[in-house]
C-alpha cells in the first residue's frame, strides 16, 4: 500500500504561481510512476503531468506544457507540481496519483493509489 498526501492548493489570481506537494509513505517502492491529475466541476478526471521512478521521463498535457513543471525527490518521498501563470481554466481539484506499472500515463484506472486531492482556484 501506497499513502499520498497532498498539499499546497488554494485561491490565487490568474498568472500567480503555486506549488502542489504530494508526500508519499508506505510500500513506495512499489510506484514506477507518479502523476498528478486534476477534475473540474462536471468534467472528467485528466492527467495533468507524470515522471517515472527516476524522473527521467516525464509527460504533461498539452494545456500544461511550458507552464507546470513536474518533479520528485527520492529520498523524501515527495513529488511537486510547479504550476506557474495560472489560469481560471486550471481551477480543479487536483489529485496526486501512483501506478505500479502503467501500460500509459494517461488513464485514471492505469493508477493503484491515489490521494484525497486539493483545491486550486484562479481568479480571474
Known amino acids: 500500500q501506497v499513502q499520498l498526501v497532498e498539499s499546497g492548493g488554494g485561491m490565487v489570481q490568474a498568472g500567480v504561481s503555486l506549488r502542489l506537494s504530494c508526500a508519499a509513505s508506505?510500500?513506495?517502492?512499489?510506484?514506477?510512476?507518479m502523476a498528478w491529475f486534476r477534475q473540474a466541476p462536471g468534467k472528467e478526471r485528466e492527467v495533468v503531468a507524470a515522471?517515472?521512478?527516476?524522473?527521467?521521463?516525464?509527460y504533461y498535457a498539452d494545456s500544461v506544457k511550458g507552464r507546470f513543471t513536474i518533479s520528485r525527490d527520492n529520498a523524501k518521498n515527495v513529488v511537486y507540481l510547479q504550476m506557474n501563470s495560472l489560469k481560471p481554466e486550471d481551477t480543479a481539484v487536483y489529485y496526486c496519483?501512483?501506478?505500479?506499472?502503467?501500460?500509459?500515463?494517461?488513464?485514471?484506472?492505469?493508477?493503484?493509489?491515489w490521494g484525497q486531492g486539493t483545491q486550486v482556484t484562479v481568479t480571474s
Open positions: 496519483a501512483a501506478a505500479q506499472r502503467p501500460t500509459t500515463v494517461i488513464v485514471p484506472a492505469e493508477y493503484d493509489w
Open positions: 508506505g510500500r513506495t517502492s512499489s510506484s514506477s510512476v
Open positions: 515522471i517515472t521512478r527516476s524522473g527521467g521521463s516525464t
